[in-house]
């Protein structure tokens, strides 16, 4: 199982960054997959999922500024982040499980920073 995370940077408050996750190892399309952050000294925050349907789930912090896709064709999971908070500032893993969800079923992780 593989799951490559890109797209993370640095960005200004109010801007927009779109994360993806790349899948091998599984079979993708009927996995739940699922966005999760984490910032130094905290423990995970779960910020999305879809699931096999294209279901969705977002937590409240996120809710109408990100939204969560896949590409089935190309095993991809995204997240597009729109009006980005310094508090989203975290390195943010993909994961193909949600909640009570293994370390060893999570990416590698790329960070986001929102700063001025």
């Known amino acids: 199982v593989q799951l490559v995370e890109s797209g993370g940077g640095m960005v200004q408050p109010g801007g927009s960054l779109r994360l993806s996750c790349v899948a091998s190892?599984?079979?993708?399309?009927?996995?739940?997959m699922a966005w999760v952050r984490r910032t130094p000294g905290n423990g995970p925050e779960w910020v999305s999922f879809?699931?096999?349907?294209?279901?969705?789930y977002y937590a409240d912090p996120v809710k109408g500024r990100f939204t969560i896709s896949r590409d089935n064709a190309k095993n991809t999971l995204y997240l597009q982040m729109n009006s980005l908070k310094p508090e989203d500032t975290a390195l943010y893993y993909c994961?193909?499980?949600?909640?009570?969800?293994?370390?060893?079923?999570w990416g590698q992780g790329t960070q986001v920073t929102v700063s001025s």
């Open positions: 994961a193909r499980c949600w909640g009570l969800c293994p370390e060893e079923n």
């Open positions: 190892g599984f079979t993708f399309s009927t996995n739940v």
């Open positions: 879809i699931n096999a349907g294209g279901n969705t």
